[in-house]
């Protein structure tokens, strides 16, 4: 059984995050970069797949720039087996990443495919779903356990009342939830043989898909700082404020 | 967010722009290596001392082990964090690849450990002595013990202890006693008591292996009847199957003030007739195998004591931008916000000094991890001589100035948590007593002192002396070639002058004058010649900074080149000066403590 997984080059998880002075973005210039956490969970799935003799292959694909390949190194060194890089300059969309993956799979036709279920950077929660609904293959999103079973996998999703569980004929999309898995870390030996993985790179230009974007991002502002407090005199005017300044009362 | 261990973005700084560690690819033995692999392995490092040993750290210090008379007790979370660390590949990062090392560059193995020393304080120590253990073996052992014992060291099934120090034998090993009698096997019979020995006894391992200094009955007096051999917890068969245990009882444990997480141990060798013991190399030959080791023993103490500065800056950094108290000086409305304590004057020099000490220390050792390094890979054999020349001479101030002024900036870091610092839930006050250990062991300050002065600096006609100050001399042209440096370039000049003057002068006094006099105020050359290396690192960062300031810069990086121009300006504002004052004592061969009479006290 082959697997893939998408992953994504995102600012790493201990980077605080600036907004861009103009609004336009975050800031991404000279910060450490990572893979994704939820995509590294979904890497870790699919080795430990491998591991326990259910999957027989894992191919990591990236899209970006030239730099994503630090990323797809990463999964390399724990554990994928080979990757693909689409490379692009430009800043994709949740629905063109999702049309390349779909040429992708067509391509390499895994069994299953297992994407985080959303970037920490853009937070869209959407490629996997879409991704789903351009193959036609079958979803399990927020994954917290994923068992394969002949033809079909279990997956249990975190939902809003619980979990559920589904099953799936193969092949199919599952996206991964934070309690999937704890991923590991590389060993010093296979960050060595990491380098020597097949490493395919292919211009996402060659894909023959319009990839000009859906949504323009208008404006990115921080959150709000939170303003200093104020000493009330008495309960009553406490009661007052809440009711009248904060409206949390009635 | 808790405090970084580290600032990442130094440490590309220093790997990346100020030694150009990339360029190490170029280099046969680590043609398979790259940027990515580098920062692979630092990312590994910094996940195991996250996942691993920061979570242990307190209680590590806090539950010191303890010894019910049959064995050692250790909080059972130790082992599975050593175990996840040899695991990892990391303590064999910079062997062969045919000892199952990934023939890593040691200025990255260097920064992978600032992490796991941070995190993991000394824990790390039980692995890094088993490597150092491992290392002396290889060099100076037989086939037949390096068969037998480095290959369990090196897959971490062994430990491994150095088993210098005697009750009566500290720093002048030259009186130690312990003995050894020749077997009719070839194997001796050792006997003596050692004491400080870490990781004298724990069952972390399967065995444990103490290479121990004794003298052969009937060897000469001195360091020159000295001779190394291999004492192992547990005999072990040819087929390598552990076997009964050797003579060699743990008479106790000592109470540390730091370094907790590591057993320091009194060993009883031969109270039942004497244990075995394996000769390492020739006989009488054991303290210069040894010291061999010790020139890298040095930098690992400097590196250790440099990490534990960067912690406590961090942290305390950390802290300083959080922790809302007071207000300016010139704010006298008591209604107006609490400014958070970064903003205070006295809190930002306290965070200047750290920063000042704590990366020009981590800049240092890193040199010396680059030059130990070259030593042997560089591409001509001329480079590796000179590396080895640099590398010989500056051991001593690469082990001492961290060592001394590490322990200074914990001391600033406990100073600007204030109360917070002084009690045990903040780590500063644990950075500082792990770090006193550093001027003291592998050779205290004053013998690196008389190291320095004494050995180093007279040594082949000045031949270390020399290469150093051409390499002073070519930062302060490069300083001098930017205008706003050109100030800094000066003052490292004028104090390039007062070093010649002071060493001309010393090295004349030597042999005209009282030798125990002129040697009195030796640990104020090692101070003096240590500033001026430290303010020549600060200088070659600034002119890295300064021309990095040129382009156009994301903020982030404007900030970070700009506070890299202040520590440096701190550096020869409030430390570089006091050389002078260093110079004038050494000069005049001041006589204040040498002529001090024992019964005045």
């Given at each position: 059984m082959k697997v893939l997984v998408p992953i994504k080059r995102v600012?790493?998880?201990?980077?605080?995050?600036?907004?861009?002075?103009?609004?336009?973005?975050?800031?991404?210039?000279?910060?450490?970069?990572?893979?994704?956490?939820?995509?590294?969970?979904?890497?870790?799935?699919?080795?430990?797949?491998?591991?326990?003799?259910?999957?027989?292959?894992?191919?990591?694909?990236?899209?970006?720039?030239?730099?994503?390949?630090?990323?797809?190194?990463?999964?390399?060194?724990?554990?994928?087996?080979?990757?693909?890089?689409?490379?692009?300059?430009?800043?994709?969309?949740?629905?063109?990443?999702?049309?390349?993956?779909?040429?992708?799979?067509?391509?390499?036709?895994?069994?299953?495919?297992?994407?985080?279920?959303?970037?920490?950077?853009?937070?869209?929660?959407?490629?996997?779903?879409?991704?789903?609904?351009?193959?036609?293959?079958?979803?399990?999103?927020?994954?917290?356990?994923?068992?394969?079973?002949?033809?079909?996998?279990?997956?249990?999703?975190?939902?809003?009342?619980?979990?559920?569980?589904?099953?799936?004929?193969?092949?199919?999309?599952?996206?991964?939830?934070?309690?999937?898995?704890?991923?590991?870390?590389a060993k010093l030996p296979d960050i060595m043989k990491a380098k020597r993985k097949p490493l395919d790179v292919k211009s996402a230009a060659d894909f023959g898909i319009d990839l000009s974007p859906r949504a323009n991002v208008l404006k990115v502002t921080p959150p709000a700082e939170r303003s200093a407090g104020v000493v009330v005199e008495s309960i009553d005017e406490l009661v007052e404020k809440l009711k009248n300044e904060a409206k949390v009362i009635s | 967010m808790t405090a970084p261990m580290i600032n990442a973005r130094d440490i590309d700084f220093l790997l990346y722009e100020l030694f150009d560690s990339e360029s190490l690819c170029n280099r046969q033995r680590y043609q398979d290596h790259d940027r990515t692999t580098f920062n692979e392995v630092i990312n590994t490092a910094k996940q195991i001392a996250d996942k691993h040993f920061l979570p242990i750290r307190n209680k590590l210090d806090n539950q010191q082990p303890t010894f019910d008379g049959k064995k050692v007790h250790l909080i059972k979370e130790l082992k599975p964090a050593?175990?996840?660390?040899?695991?990892?590949?990391?303590?064999?990062?910079?062997?062969?690849?045919?000892?199952?090392?990934?023939?890593?560059?040691?200025?990255?193995?260097?920064?992978?450990?600032?992490?796991?020393?941070?995190?993991?304080?000394?824990?790390?120590?039980?692995?890094?002595?088993?490597?150092?253990?491992?290392?002396l073996l290889q060099a100076h052992g037989s086939k037949e013990l390096i068969e037998k014992w480095v290959k369990p060291l090196r897959e971490g099934r062994y430990a491994g202890t150095m088993a210098m120090t005697e009750p009566g034998a500290g720093s002048g090993l030259a009186d130690l006693t312990t003995t050894a009698i020749k077997s009719e096997d070839d194997s001796y019979k050792i006997t003596g008591n050692k004491i400080?020995?870490?990781?004298?006894?724990?069952?972390?391992?399967?065995?444990?292996?103490?290479?121990?200094?004794?003298?052969?009955?009937?060897?000469?007096?001195?360091?020159?009847?000295i001779s190394l051999f291999v004492v192992p917890k547990f005999l072990v068969s040819d087929d390598g199957s552990i076997g009964k245990q050797n003579?060699?009882?743990?008479?106790?444990?000592?109470?540390?003030?730091?370094?907790?997480?590591?057993?320091?141990?009194?060993?009883?060798?031969?109270?039942?007739?004497?244990?075995?013991?394996?000769?390492?190399?020739?006989?009488?030959?054991?303290?210069?195998?040894?010291?061999?080791?010790?020139?890298?023993?040095?930098?690992?103490?400097?590196?250790?004591?440099?990490?534990?500065?960067?912690?406590?800056?961090?942290?305390?950094?950390?802290?300083?931008?959080?922790?809302?108290?007071?207000?300016?000086?010139?704010?006298?409305?008591?209604?107006?916000?609490?400014?958070?304590?970064?903003?205070?004057?006295?809190?930002?020099?306290?965070?200047?000094?750290?920063?000042?000490y704590a990366e020009g220390a981590l800049a240092l050792v890193l040199l010396g991890s680059q030059l130990s390094d070259d030593e042997k890979t560089a591409e001509t054999d001329e480079a590796k001589a000179h590396a080895h020349t640099l590398l010989d001479f500056l051991t001593p101030i690469i082990k001492t100035w961290p060592s001394e002024y590490g322990p200074k900036a914990n001391d600033f870091a406990i100073q600007v948590l204030g109360g917070h610092g002084y009690i045990n839930e903040h780590p500063v006050e644990m950075f500082y007593r792990d770090n006193r250990l550093n001027p003291i062991h592998e050779g205290t300050t004053c013998i690196q002192s008389l190291d320095l002065l004494a050995r180093k600096v007279p040594m082949n006609n000045m031949l270390g002396y020399k290469?150093?100050?051409?390499?002073?001399?070519?930062?302060?042209?490069?300083?001098?070639?930017?205008?706003?440096?050109?100030?800094?370039?000066?003052?490292?000049?004028?104090?390039?002058?007062?070093?010649?003057?002071?060493?001309?002068?010393?090295?004349?006094?030597?042999?005209?004058?009282?030798?125990?006099?002129?040697?009195?105020?030796?640990?104020?050359?090692?101070?003096?010649?240590?500033?001026?290396?430290?303010?020549?690192?600060?200088?070659?960062?600034?002119?890295?900074?300064?021309?990095?300031?040129?382009?156009?810069?994301?903020?982030?990086?404007?900030?970070?080149?700009?506070?890299?121009?202040?520590?440096?300006?701190?550096?020869?504002?409030?430390?570089?000066?006091?050389?002078?004052?260093?110079?004038?004592?050494?000069?005049?061969?001041?006589?204040?403590?040498?002529?001090?009479?024992?019964?005045?006290?």
């Open positions: 600012i790493d998880y201990n980077v605080k995050v600036r907004v861009k002075p103009d609004n336009s973005d975050v800031d991404l210039a000279n910060v450490k970069m990572a893979i994704n956490p939820f995509c590294e969970i979904a890497v870790e799935e699919a080795v430990r797949l491998k591991e326990a003799g259910t999957a027989t292959e894992v191919v990591v694909v990236s899209i970006g720039d030239k730099k994503c390949q630090e990323q797809i190194r990463t999964a390399l060194a724990l554990g994928a087996d080979r990757a693909v890089h689409i490379e692009t300059e430009e800043s994709l969309d949740s629905l063109n990443i999702a049309k390349l993956l779909q040429k992708l799979v067509e391509e390499e036709a895994p069994q299953l495919v297992i994407l985080g279920k959303q970037s920490i950077d853009s937070d869209n929660n959407q490629t996997g779903q879409m991704l789903a609904a351009l193959t036609g293959m079958p979803q399990g999103t927020f994954a917290s356990e994923v068992k394969v079973d002949g033809d079909k996998v279990n997956v249990t999703r975190e939902v809003d009342g619980g979990l559920q569980t589904v099953a799936l004929n193969l092949p199919a999309i599952v996206t991964t939830d934070l309690r999937l898995n704890e991923p590991r870390y | 050593l175990d996840a660390l040899q695991e990892s590949g990391i303590p064999s990062a910079t062997a062969d690849y045919e000892f199952n090392g990934m023939q890593l560059p040691p200025i990255i193995a260097n920064v992978a450990g600032a992490y796991l020393t941070i995190a993991g304080g000394t824990a790390l120590g039980y692995s890094m002595l088993t490597t150092a253990n491992a290392n400080f020995i870490s990781g004298g006894d724990h069952d972390l391992n399967e065995n444990i292996v103490h290479l121990v200094l004794a003298r052969i009955k009937g060897a000469p007096k001195g360091t020159k009847g003579d060699v009882a743990l008479a106790g444990l000592f109470h540390k003030m730091g370094g907790r997480a590591q057993t320091s141990t009194a060993l009883s060798f031969g109270e039942k007739g004497g244990a075995v013991g394996y000769l390492v190399g020739e006989e009488n030959k054991g303290l210069q195998y040894m010291f061999h080791m010790m020139n890298e023993a040095r930098v690992m103490v400097g590196s250790g004591a440099a990490a534990i500065a960067v912690g406590g800056f961090q942290y305390s950094l950390d802290y300083a931008n959080n922790r809302p108290q007071g207000r300016l000086p010139s704010c006298k409305d008591p209604h107006s916000p609490m400014v958070n304590i970064i903003e205070h004057a006295d809190i930002k020099r306290m965070l200047l000094a750290q920063k000042a290469a150093i100050l051409a390499e002073f001399t070519k930062t302060i042209a490069a300083g001098n070639a930017e205008p706003s440096l050109a100030a800094y370039a000066n003052q490292l000049a004028e104090a390039l002058t007062t070093l010649n003057k002071t060493t001309d002068f010393l090295l004349k006094a030597m042999g005209t004058e009282n030798i125990d006099l002129v040697l009195a105020n030796s640990v104020q050359y090692l101070s003096m010649f240590g500033h001026i290396v430290i303010s020549w690192i600060w200088l070659k960062q600034a002119v890295i900074a300064s021309a990095a300031l040129k382009e156009e810069l994301h903020i982030n990086e404007q900030q970070f080149y700009r506070g890299k121009l202040q520590a440096m300006q701190y550096f020869y504002r409030y430390e570089l000066p006091q050389i002078n004052h260093w110079s004038l004592l050494l000069t005049t061969l001041d006589d204040t403590t040498y002529q001090m009479n024992t019964d005045w006290f």
